[in-house]
């Protein structure tokens, strides 16, 4: 067994930085005139909530027209993207790196402050783990440390990748 900050690994497994099997992407800054009722869902910090999960009221949810939408390919997120908050506005910082999974069948784009996932190599890092691993009290002080203490918590894509 492998051993780094008193933690045992299986036989096999090492210890690797984020940044190492992953990527994350840092959505678009929409312009609020941009937004209609209709189109393409934009994903929000709004959507993640704080027990992991996404919340999407599509009655409520701002949207950007088909056509226009197309302009912005690399924003694009597909069923199963691991998300995650960039930045915290809440007055208790319990948002800020907070993951979801998006579980829509049909795609939608990406709005600023919301990163995804770019999983580097499927071979060495399943998804699912990931997930799990993002969610735990480890990685939550993690993403406490490593925040911007300014008017409102924020991290990096490449503060995780540490």
């Known amino acids: 067994m492998s051993q780094e900050n008193d933690r ?23 312009k609020s005139s941009q937004f209609t009722t209709d189109g393409v869902p934009v994903i929000k910090m709004g959507n993640i909530s704080k027990d992991f999960a996404l919340k999407i009221n599509l009655n409520q949810q701002s949207y950007i027209a088909k056509n226009i939408a197309n302009l912005y390919q690399d924003f694009y997120i597909y069923p199963n993207d691991l998300l995650i908050t960039l930045t915290d506005m809440s007055p208790s910082g ?19 402050r919301v990163g995804k996932f770019i999983n580097l190599d499927q071979e060495i890092l399943d998804n699912n783990f990931l997930y799990y691993t993002l969610r735990s009290k480890d990685f939550r002080l993690f993403v406490e440390t490593r925040s911007i203490p300014i008017e409102y918590p924020q991290n990096s894509p490449k503060s995780f990748a540490q």
């Not at 099997?21 to 840092?26: A, D, T």
């Open 8 to 30: 045992q690994l299986p036989d096999g497994w090492q210890w690797v930085k984020l940044g190492d099997v992953c990527e994350i992407i840092n959505g678009y800054a929409f």
């Open 94 to 112: 319990e948002y800020l790196g907070t993951v979801a999974i998006y579980n829509l069948a049909k795609p939608a784009l990406l709005n600023q």
